[in-house]
Nanobody
Framework: QVQLEESGGGVVQAGGSQSLSCDYS????????LGWFRQVPGKEREFIAA??????YYADSVKGRFTISRDNTRNTVTLQMDSLKPEDKAVYFC????????????????????WGQGTQVTVFL
């Protein structure tokens, strides 16, 4: 079992930056894949970014603006969000998978067995 806890959500002006952190714990073996998803009311959970085997993957909507990074010494995965837009407003979830993924496989939420509770990010004009 892996526990995930997000932090860092809040309110930010469009064009600004926000950093989300996710602490993972609960197993001696580290999760193979870590990812970030987001969700708005009435819509399906959307893939944002993932890191697996030292490779990072991004949704087209955030590529060039968001950066995912993993620190295995601190058991933390971070999502740095720059140039935020109002459409980035959502609840952001951290997720962990027991297996590796690559390319489009990392976008599938069914890969991820463990999920955090989510943290709200609000972007205003």
């Amino acid at each position: 079992q892996v526990q995930l806890e997000e932090s860092g959500g809040g309110v930010v002006q469009a064009g600004g930056s926000q950093s989300l952190s996710c602490d993972y714990s609960g197993r001696t073996a580290r999760p193979y894949t870590l990812g970030w998803f987001r969700q708005v009311p009435g819509k399906e959970r959307e893939f944002i970014a993932a890191t697996s085997r030292g490779v990072e993957y991004y949704a087209d909507s955030v590529k060039g603006r968001f950066t995912i990074s993993r620190d295995n010494t601190r058991n933390t995965v971070t999502l740095q969000m720059d140039s935020l837009k109002p459409e980035d407003k959502a609840v952001y979830f951290c997720a962990a998978a027991d297996g590796y993924c690559k390319r489009i496989g990392c976008r599938d939420s069914r890969l991820y067995r463990y999920w955090g509770q989510g943290t709200q990010v609000t972007v205003f004009l």
